[in-house]
């Protein structure tokens, strides 16, 4: 509400233009005779209106849609605008793995336009399961599980990773391209890393102790040992007991 007020004001017709941001502007004539007071109350129409955009695809509502009006940002769905200038504006809608919606709208003087977009779904599903269980599961470097997973994509080309929390089994990484709608399943087994050690004693016929158990007689090779430390402990009657520890290293001979 705006007051305006102007005493001793000459006798005669007055042209007075109202304005408002977001209001249309008002025109009229008012007469003014010697030793009357003159009150007017005018009420300016709006200019504006109200929009809510709501955003639903694949059967549920996508709460948190980006909305931009005209390419300008302007909240997350479901978001409602108030006194939004009337006029044509472009919507635009997006969201993760479902493809762009835009529509032309029209917001009118005093109503609330509602714009239900719907958004077309842009994705598939990646399945992986992964040996030994206890292994982490990323996808696009992001982890998505443990042991296994299934789990909505983009369409497009997208990189597996299985890694386990024991460093002596080799990280697996493969990449996979998913269609629309497709379901990509991976069965990913991990191996472990191995090497080879060959072990004598001076003299010879030691008894050989790997990580406390008894191996048998030297010499001897030691096929597929795991990778990383091990006991070495050697033994023979009369003799002091030898020992050391040997960093097994995988496709290596020692």
Same mark, same amino acid.
Not at 144 to 161: C, D, M, Y
């Given at each position: 509400?705006?007051?305006?007020?102007?005493? !001793? +004001?000459?006798?005669?017709?007055?042209?007075?233009?109202?304005?408002? /941001?977001?209001?249309?502007?008002?025109?009229?004539?008012?007469?003014?005779?010697?030793?009357?007071?003159?009150? *007017?109350?005018?009420?300016?129409? #709006?200019?504006?209106?109200?929009?809510?955009?709501?955003?639903?695809?694949?059967?549920?509502?996508? =709460?948190?849609? =980006?909305?931009?009006?005209?390419?300008?940002? @302007?909240?997350?769905? #479901?978001?409602?605008?108030?006194?939004?200038?009337?006029? !044509?504006?472009? %919507?635009?809608?997006?969201?993760? +793995?479902?493809?762009?919606?835009?529509?032309?709208?029209?917001?009118?003087?005093?109503?609330?336009?509602?714009?239900?977009? $719907?958004?077309?779904?842009?994705?598939? %599903?990646?399945?992986?399961?992964?040996? /030994?269980?206890?292994? &982490?599961?990323?996808?696009?470097?992001?982890?998505?599980?443990?042991?296994?997973?299934?789990?909505?994509?983009?369409?497009?080309?997208?990189?597996?990773?299985?890694?386990? @929390? &024991?460093?002596?089994? !080799?990280?697996?990484?493969?990449?996979?391209?998913?269609?629309?709608? $497709?379901?990509?399943? @991976? =069965?990913? !087994?991990?191996?472990? +890393?191995?090497? &080879?050690? +060959?072990?004598?004693?001076?003299?010879?016929?030691? *008894?050989?102790?790997?990580?406390?158990?008894?191996?048998?007689?030297? /010499?001897?090779?030691?096929?597929?040992?795991?990778?990383?430390?091990?006991?070495?402990?050697?033994?023979?009657?009369?003799?002091? /007991?030898?020992? =050391?520890?040997?960093?097994?290293?995988?496709?290596?001979?020692?």
């Amino acid at each position: 509400k705006t007051t305006y007020s102007k005493p !001793r +004001m000459e006798s005669k017709a007055y042209k007075v233009k109202l304005s408002f /941001p977001l209001y249309h502007d008002l025109e009229a004539t008012l007469f003014v005779q010697a030793g009357e007071t003159i009150e *007017e109350t005018f009420e300016l129409a #709006p200019a504006f209106g109200t929009l809510e955009v709501r955003a639903s695809g694949a059967g549920e509502e996508l =709460q948190g849609g =980006q909305v931009f009006l005209d390419t300008e940002h @302007r909240g997350a769905s #479901p978001v409602k605008l108030a006194k939004l200038r009337s006029g !044509r504006y472009v %919507v635009k809608v997006t969201y993760p +793995m479902f493809r762009d919606f835009s529509e032309e709208v029209v917001v009118k003087d005093g109503e609330t336009t509602i714009v239900e977009a $719907e958004l077309d779904a842009n994705f598939g %599903v990646i399945s992986v399961t992964a040996e /030994p269980s206890d292994s &982490d599961i990323f996808i696009d470097g992001e982890k998505a599980g443990v042991g296994r997973v299934s789990t909505n994509v983009g369409v497009g080309e997208h990189t597996i990773k299985v890694v386990n @929390r &024991d460093r002596t089994f !080799r990280p697996v990484e493969k990449k996979v391209a998913v269609a629309l709608n $497709e379901e990509v399943a @991976r =069965q990913i !087994r991990l191996v472990q +890393m191995v090497g &080879d050690v +060959m072990v004598f004693s001076e003299p010879a016929g030691g *008894e050989l102790y790997l990580d406390g158990k008894k191996v048998g007689a030297l /010499p001897k090779k030691l096929k597929g040992l795991v990778v990383g430390p091990h006991a070495f402990r050697v033994e023979k009657k009369g003799f002091t /007991p030898a020992e =050391q520890v040997v960093i097994v290293t995988e496709g290596e001979l020692k």
